[in-house]
């Protein structure tokens, strides 16, 4: 049953956005949105829903500790009411956003597109703020204190 709500959702997905290739989103199970990769995928040891998994970007040598630790303050701040996680893959440094969504939402295509542009905005966050800003930036966020914020 997991298998045939999350091929359908992906079908009207697609439809929505204009991707023409269904079979292929499907086979692949990843799409990019707005420049990230993103992998859609659904589980039978979670047949009520699917998961989006987001890649935001590798973090550079010497931050991992303090973008570890601003994951976790963002999961339990910003993401737990979202039934999302922040994470590191330790086979590439990567930051991923895992998302996952219950079927009993109710979701369609639309609101699947909605929601993954939304969580986009969310990894430009990421990427511009934390994993491609400038050292005096980078510590600025990671210390509290936002002295780098210019009017």
């Known amino acids: 049953m997991s298998s045939e709500r999350y091929i359908q959702l992906i079908q009207d ?3 929505t956005v204009g991707l023409a290739n269904v079979d292929n989103v499907l086979e692949a199970r990843t799409i990019e949105v707005e420049g990230f990769d993103v992998r859609l995928d659904c589980f039978d040891s979670d047949a009520e829903a699917m998961y989006a998994n987001f890649h935001f970007g590798t973090v550079t040598a010497g931050r991992t500790l303090t973008v570890f630790r601003l994951m976790l303050e963002a999961n339990l701040l910003v993401y737990a009411q979202d039934q999302a996680q922040l994470g590191i893959d330790t086979n590439t440094g990567g930051i991923i956003l895992i998302i996952r969504l219950p079927f009993s939402l109710g979701i369609d295509g639309q609101g699947l597109a909605d929601l993954l542009a939304h969580y986009a905005e969310h ?8 994993i491609e800003s400038s050292d ?3 510590e600025g ?3 509290g204190e936002y002295f780098w914020l210019r009017a």
């Open 123 to 130: 990894g430009r966050y990421w990427r511009q703020s934390i």
């Open 13 to 15: 997905l697609c439809a």
């Open 141 to 143: 966020i990671a210390s």
């Open 136 to 138: 005096e930036m980078f």
